[in-house]
Each structure stands twice: as C-alpha cells, then as structure tokens.
C-alpha cells in the first residue's frame, strides 16, 4: 500500500493536516454535563453494598477522569481566567477529597461518615464548579 511514492505522500499529508490541526476546547456545557455521572457513580457505590468492587470503582475514577480532562481542556477568554482557576481548584479538592476520603470510606464500610461528605462538603463544591460553568458560558 504504501509501497508507491504516490502512497508515502498521501499518508505524509495526512499525518500534517493531523498535527496541524489544533486541538478542539471543551466547553462549560461538556463540563456540567459529565459531572451527573461522576455524582451518580459515587452515590451508586456509597448507597449499594454490591456496587463496590473494581468495576464501580474504576467507573468513579473515570468518570471523574472525564471531568478532569474537560476542564484542563476548557479556553476562556483572559477576562474569565480568574473563574477558570477557581474551578480548577475546586475540581482538583473535591478529587483530593473523593480519592482520599470518601472511597477509603465508603470501602471501609464507614458509609455514614461518607455521606456525610458526600451531601456536605463535597455536594457544595460540585455545586460551585456547576455554577462557575453556567458563569463562563
């Protein structure tokens, strides 16, 4: 297939039309929306005994992931950065709260003092990251 010069130049050209295009920004509104299955994910594995194995937890962790990408992904105009940076600092503690806390909880079977973070303090930060996506829209 590529044994032709006619094969070597077409896959050239592709391969630079691939590098030459920028990457595509997430929006806010790909943002907000991926946060329902993160919240979904940890209450299935928080209410449902049987939903705590590897699979769900991957399903926490990706689903999180998701949000995480969107957000580093996300352009703003310079006016709005300083609403970016917080949501990014928001993001970053409710992860460090859900992989630290709230997952070693729930595991350890301590589901009371996981919900207790998950409809508190963790409930407000999606709460702000949700509205700090419908500011920057």
């Given amino acids: 297939m590529l044994h032709s010069a ?15 295009l920028p990457a595509v920004a997430a929006t806010t509104a790909e ?7 993160v919240r979904d994910s940890l209450m ?7 939903k705590r194995g590897p699979d769900q937890q991957a399903l926490v962790k990706t689903s999180a992931d998701k949000v995480s990408n969107l957000i580093r992904d996300v352009n703003v105009t310079p006016d709005k950065k300083a609403k970016l940076d917080e949501m990014k600092k928001i993001w970053t503690e409710f992860n460090r709260v859900r992989e630290t806390q709230v997952v070693p909880l729930i595991l350890a079977g301590n589901t009371a003092e996981a919900e207790k973070l998950v409809t508190g303090e963790q409930k407000e930060r999606l709460m702000a990251v949700i509205k700090l996506c419908d500011e920057l829209k």
């Fill in 6 to 20: 006619k094969g070597w130049r077409s896959l050239v050209l592709c391969l630079s039309l691939a590098l030459a």
């Fill in 31 to 37: 943002v907000r929306a991926a946060i329902g299955p």
């Fill in 44 to 50: 299935t594995m928080l209410k449902n005994p049987d």
